[in-house]
């Protein structure tokens, strides 16, 4: 066999096959064709849910906020003077008991001087 | 909009090629709505046998008349068959893409079941027991008919456009590679290929 009466033969059993659709599928096609004929959408644009999802998803955003507590939380730690000042300079570990004392102590004198 | 289907009623014939090698072409429509017609039901079932879901079969090609009348309606009525092609094989490409993207997102879900088989079964012998030849015949033709889809499905989604465009709707191969946004040679190897599998999966079937 040729390519040619391979096609052709091909071609027929496919017609064949396009004779054998459904009611209900040339029904179908019938609607979906005047549908577009007359440009009537038979789906809902998305664009109305779109929104909504992105409204729920801002809502949600404002009411839980996970980002406020650890923004704040690591802001708090990261710009202690005290964090900076261990950072910039590692010999203060070697008084860090001294330190603690002064911050105690300073503490309590101004809880005593109220 | 509200499309006139008289409004391109228009001249059947048309000049097709290159203006040193024209060719006549006589169409079988000669308005918007003779078109969809015309080509509706073999794009249904190139949309199935892409996709294995008459459902989806159903929402492509409504989606790709859609489209074509909503902007080529103006075109010539030589111009619609490639454009209409290659807004169903656009249309084809996005169901893959979004079905990897489903797959990828729940992945527990199972596809739905291939719908094409049970098509086949239940409607394709209707049609062809419509005829009034023998009921061996009948039954080898069903036969063949139904290897032939399965023959189609074992193709990539390239060869079986290029067989169903060049082969079904006999286009050329000029357009062949303007809807496959490809060039000719690689319509001409993709449609080789795809002869070339078909011929070793159906031999036998074909050679009855």
């Known amino acids: 066999m040729n390519d040619k009466t391979d096609q052709e033969i091909y071609k027929d059993d496919l017609d064949t096959m396009v004779r054998g659709t459904q009611s209900t599928d040339s029904f179908r096609l019938a609607s979906a064709r005047q ?52 950072l910039e300079e590692p010999e203060v570990f070697d008084n860090i008991d001294f330190y603690y004392w002064l911050d105690v102590y300073d503490t309590e004198v ?4 109220d | 909009m509200i499309f006139d289907s008289n409004k391109t009623h228009q001249q059947c014939e048309t000049h097709v090629g290159s203006p040193t090698m024209s060719t006549t072409v006589v169409l079988e429509y000669s308005n918007l709505e003779e078109f969809l017609k015309f080509i509706e039901k073999r794009a249904f079932h190139m949309s199935r046998l892409s996709t294995n879901s008459v459902e989806d079969a159903h ?7 859609f489209k074509l009348v909503e902007k080529y309606a103006d075109k010539s009525p030589a111009d619609w068959k ?26 527990w879900k199972k596809a739905p079941a291939d719908e094409s088989e049970d098509y086949f079964e239940q409607r394709i012998i209707e049609g062809v027991s419509t005829s009034s030849d023998d009921p061996d015949s009948l039954v080898i033709r069903a036969e063949k008919l139904q290897q032939l889809t399965l023959g189609i499905k074992q193709l990539t989604l390239r060869q079986q456009q290029a067989f169903m465009l060049r082969a079904w709707e006999g286009l050329s191969t000029r357009d062949t590679a303007a809807v496959m946004g490809c060039t000719e040679g690689s319509v001409k190897t993709h449609y080789s290929r795809a002869m070339e599998r078909l011929r070793a999966l159906l031999g036998d079937y074909y050679e009855r």
């Open chain 1, 35 to 86: 549908n577009a004929l007359r440009q009537t959408d038979r789906r809902p644009s998305p664009m109305p849910w779109l929104v909504a999802a992105a409204c729920c998803c801002l809502l949600a955003f404002v009411f839980i906020d996970p980002t406020t507590d650890s923004a704040l939380e690591n802001s708090t730690t990261s710009e202690s003077p005290f964090a900076t000042v261990i």
């Open chain 2, 82 to 107: 490639p454009l209409f092609y290659r807004i169903l094989r656009s249309k084809i490409t996005d169901h893959y893409r979004r079905k990897a993207v489903r797959d990828k997102v729940f992945p």
């Open chain 2, 59 to 65: 929402d492509i090609v409504q989606d790709t008349m």
């Open chain 1, 110 to 113: 101004i809880a005593s001087s």
